[in-house]
C-alpha cells in the first residue's frame, strides 16, 4: 500500500474500506467485531459534532449502519445521534471570549461554542452527554464536565442529567496536552477563568430573551393535528419570526383555576404555574441572600433526634436545651421567621440534606400556592420577577414552568391563514 498526499476540495468523497483487515492476526483478547463497531460509530459521532458541515455513512456488507447529515452546526446533527431529542428541545449559543486578564500575551478572542438541550425538555439519566471539545476534538476535561453539571444545578429533576456539547475554540497556548498519554484529557491554563466564562454562557443560553426564545414542542403536536385532520386542504400559513417576541411586554391577562396565569405577549400567550414560577423567583433570591434572622418568642420543638439537632447546626439555625426532650430555636430563615407554620418548617429543615436542599424547602414553602385566587397586579409581579430569574425553564425540583401557545401554533390549529377560495371550496 503506497501513501501520498492529495488536496481534498469541499464536496470530496472518501471512502474507507476493510478497515480493521490488516489486524487479523492480532485480534485474539482485542475488542469483538460487534464492540469495534461501536467504538468507531462513537468515534464518527465525536467527529461528527465538531465538524457538522461534513456527511457521514456506515455501512456493513452493504447494509447502511449510520448516516448523519451535515448542518451548519452541531445542534443540527445531535438530534441524529439522541434518541427522541428534537431540534426545537435544544438552544445554542456562539460567544467571543477575551483572552484571560492574567494572560503575558496578546491573543485574538477565543470563542464558545454552546449546544444543550432545555432542561425542561430533555434530560438524560446518566452524565453520558455532557461532552467537551477543543479546537475540534473532544477531550476529557474533568474539571469543565463539573463546572456545566453545577451550571444546571436545580434544573433538573432528581438523579436526571443535562444534554450538553461545549466547543472551546482558544489558543492552544491556554492547553496543557500532556496530562495523558493518549493526549484525551487536557488541562487549561487559567482554568477558573474559562469555568467562569463556560458558566455565564450556560447562564445566558438559560435566560428568557428574545434570542433564546425557541419554538414550543407543542406547535409541532398541533401541526400534526392539522395534517391529520385537513390534509386534502390546501391552505396558505404565515410565517413569524420567534425571534421577533419581545419577553419585556408579557403581560397577566387572566388566572385559570387560581393555578394558571394567563399571560400575554405579541407572539401568543404562555400558561404560567404560579406556585412553580414564584418558587423558582424565591429560590433563587435565597441563594443570593441567605439570611438567619432571630425569632422573637422562640420556638419550642421537642422531640428532636441527634441527627436533627446536628442538621439544623450546619445551617446554622440555633438551637438550644429548654427542658426534658425539649429545645428552643432561637433563629430561622427570613422568609420563613414571620410565618404560622413556622415551627413546621424548621422540623422539615432538620430531616436532612444540604444548604441547596433547605433553600428548596424554603422557598417551596414561601411560595404562593396553587389555588390562590390573585389580582392582575398580583400576577403581573410574579410575571415581572420570574422572566428575569437565571433559570427560568424550570422549578428547582426541575417542573417545568411554562407552557408556551405562540401564535404561529394557533393560527395554523385555527386555520386563520387559509386562502378564501379555497376554505369555501372554490
Not at 18 to 38: C, H, K, M, V, W
Not at 250 to 279: C, D, F, K, S
Not at 344 to 360: C, F, K, R
Request: hydrophobic share 40%; charged share 20%.
Amino acid at each position: 500500500m503506497q501513501e501520498e498526499r492529495v488536496a481534498i476540495a469541499p464536496g470530496t468523497i472518501v471512502y474507507v474500506d476493510n478497515l480493521f483487515g490488516t489486524r487479523a492476526i492480532g485480534r485474539q483478547g482485542l475488542l469483538s467485531p460487534a464492540q469495534e463497531l461501536r467504538q468507531a460509530q462513537n468515534t464518527i459521532h465525536q467527529i461528527a459534532l465538531c465538524h457538522p458541515q461534513v456527511t457521514w455513512q456506515v455501512k456493513q456488507s452493504e447494509r447502511c449502519l449510520l448516516t448523519i447529515s451535515p448542518g451548519a452546526t452541531a445542534k443540527a446533527v445531535m438530534p441524529q445521534l439522541l434518541r427522541n431529542v428534537h431540534w426545537h428541545d435544544l438552544q445554542q449559543l456562539l460567544v467571543e471570549v477575551p483572552p484571560p486578564p492574567e494572560s503575558e500575551t496578546e491573543e485574538n478572542p477565543g470563542k464558545i461554542q454552546l449546544v444543550m438541550g432545555l432542561p425542561d425538555r430533555c434530560h438524560r439519566r446518566r452524565p453520558d452527554w455532557v461532552k467537551v471539545a477543543t479546537n475540534g476534538r473532544i477531550v476529557k476535561a474533568p474539571e469543565l464536565e463539573q463546572t456545566i453539571l453545577a451550571a444546571f444545578g436545580r434544573t433538573l429533576p432528581r438523579d436526571r442529567y443535562p444534554v450538553c456539547f461545549l466547543h472551546l475554540l482558544i489558543s492552544p497556548k491556554f492547553i496543557d496536552w500532556n496530562r495523558h498519554p493518549a493526549k484525551t484529557k487536557i488541562y487549561l491554563h487559567e482554568l477558573e477563568y474559562w469555568q467562569a466564562q463556560i458558566q455565564g454562557a450556560i447562564e445566558q443560553a438559560l435566560r428568557l430573551t428574545p434570542e433564546n426564545l425557541p419554538v414550543a414542542f407543542h406547535q409541532e403536536r398541533v401541526g400534526k393535528l392539522i395534517a391529520d385532520s385537513g390534509a386534502e386542504i390546501d391552505y396558505s400559513l404565515a410565517t413569524e419570526n420567534p425571534s421577533d417576541t419581545s419577553l419585556l411586554e408579557l403581560r397577566a391577562i387572566a388566572q385559570v383555576r387560581n393555578t394558571y396565569i394567563v399571560a400575554e405577549h405579541p407572539g401568543g400567550m404562555w400558561l404560567v404555574e404560579q406556585h412553580i414560577a414564584h418558587e423558582r423567583v424565591l429560590y433563587e433570591k435565597l441563594r443570593d441572600r441567605w439570611l438567619l434572622v432571630d425569632l422573637e418568642p422562640p420556638v419550642i420543638l421537642s422531640q428532636l433526634t441527634a441527627a436533627q439537632l446536628e442538621q439544623l447546626g450546619r445551617l446554622e439555625i440555633e438551637v438550644e436545651p429548654f427542658g426534658e426532650q425539649i429545645w428552643a430555636v432561637r433563629s430561622a430563615p427570613e422568609m420563613l421567621h414571620q410565618r404560622e407554620d413556622c415551627s413546621e418548617a424548621i422540623v422539615e429543615l432538620s430531616l436532612g440534606g444540604d444548604l441547596q436542599a433547605a433553600q428548596v424547602a424554603t422557598a417551596c414553602r414561601s411560595a404562593i400556592r396553587n389555588g390562590t385566587p390573585l389580582t392582575l397586579p398580583e400576577m403581573q409581579s410574579i410575571l415581572d420577577q420570574w422572566k428575569c430569574t437565571r433559570n427560568p425553564h424550570t422549578c428547582p425540583h426541575g417542573r417545568p414552568i411554562y407552557l408556551s401557545l405562540e401564535e404561529t401554533a394557533l393560527a395554523r390549529f385555527f386555520r386563520r391563514h387559509w386562502v378564501i377560495g379555497k376554505s369555501h371550496g372554490i
